[in-house]
């Protein structure tokens, strides 16, 4: 896949402003988008996570994630471009349509 550029301007606003509508939290300075996600138990968390692995794999963009029981907390950038590409934007909507 190429490699994405960094969101920039009005295309970056308005992908900030519908993740921030969806829950996401947006880390200026990190500049990371992340969410905290609370499920019934760890089998609805991990099945969930599961389903996140298989759209991150198949959009070779990845979380970074940690579990706790019934929690998932996700933070997105791009490492490769230290800061936020549409590939964030792609994998935060998969993750929340994966719910
Ligand atoms: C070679 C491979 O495509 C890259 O290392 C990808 C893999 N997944 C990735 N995931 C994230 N979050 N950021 C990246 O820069 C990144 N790079």
């Known amino acids: 896949m190429a490699r994405p550029s960094k969101l ?7 992908a900030l402003e519908a993740l921030k509508a969806a829950g996401w939290t947006h880390d ?3 500049d990371t988008i992340s969410r905290s996600f609370r499920f019934k138990d760890f089998s609805a968390a ?6 996140a692995a298989l759209a991150a794999e198949k959009l070779d ?4 994630w940690s579990n706790v029981y ?4 996700v933070s997105l950038t791009t490492h490769d471009v230290k800061g ?16």
């Open 8 to 14: 920039a301007g009005r295309a970056r606003d308005e």
């Open 28 to 30: 200026a300075g990190a």
């Open 46 to 51: 991990f099945g969930w996570m599961t389903r």
């Open 61 to 64: 963009h990845h979380p970074d």
């Open 70 to 73: 019934n929690r998932v907390e």
């Open 84 to 99: 936020l590409t549409e590939l964030d934007v792609k994998l935060a909507e998969a993750m929340d349509a994966a719910l």
